[in-house]
């Protein structure tokens, strides 16, 4: 076995420590509003294309 079995998971969990801490200055987004905003932009490209 070589020295590196077993370090993947042990340099990645200061990543995950990283990543999943709250950010208080972060911008919170609802992720209903992200789906929404997506539609409504698959529809207005729908649009530009029936009227070109």
């Known amino acids: 076995m070589s020295s590196n079995d ?3 998971l042990m340099s990645s969990a200061g990543l995950v420590r990283y990543f999943d ?5 972060a911008i919170r ?3 209903k509003t992200i789906v929404a905003f997506g ?3 698959g529809v207005l490209i729908l649009v530009l294309n029936l009227v070109a």
Request: net charge negative.
């Open 6 to 8: 077993g370090s993947g």
């Open 29 to 31: 987004i609802d992720p």
């Open 39 to 41: 539609a409504l932009f």
């Open 21 to 25: 801490a709250e950010d208080r200055n």
